[in-house]
């Protein structure tokens, strides 16, 4: 009877099929390479989290090289959606509401999935840096667009020399947001948290 009841969950894992069974995969791996780091996820450690053998990872991922692949595009691509909508394709009107809103936008992505963000963001494993770069790029070149008229609608002296300062100072105060919120303690919600960073960064840019 033992030895029936530990190969029944591994017929069930492997009736499932592999096109429903890698977002599962995926998961496990997202889970260990949060826990553990990138170097510890391989066939056999998401085998053993799943409790299938390795041929039901194998048929879902040639190798450990294919499943990071997929591992990082699929979170990368949700760490980029989450930029963009923090930072909608607007013009920045000059007011703090316009801040205030794209914290908490992305804050809430953060909230929504925390584990690709605690793997990606600010990550300095080699494996996962160019996806955390790609996300930073965006979000210079977004806030860049944005900041840009809203300077010159505030008549801030020297506007383009201070622009990519004032640019560092926004990104590097979401990073700072989204840090607080992986590792805080449950002080602060997105909404309360995205209000406070939002006002201050608005008050910072606003008397530069």
Known sequence: ????????????AQHLGPERRRPQVLDAALRIAVDDGIAAVTIAAVAERLNVTRPVVYACFADRVELLDALLQREESYLLSGITEALPRRRVEADEEVFVDGFRALLSTVATRPDTWKLLYGNPDPAVASSFGRGRRLAVERCTRRLRPTLHAWGTGDAERKLPALVELWVSAGEGAVRTLLTGDGLWTPESLGAFVGAAVYRALREA
Do not use: L
């Open 1 to 12: 009877m033992a030895s029936d009841s530990a190969v029944r969950p591994r017929r069930r």
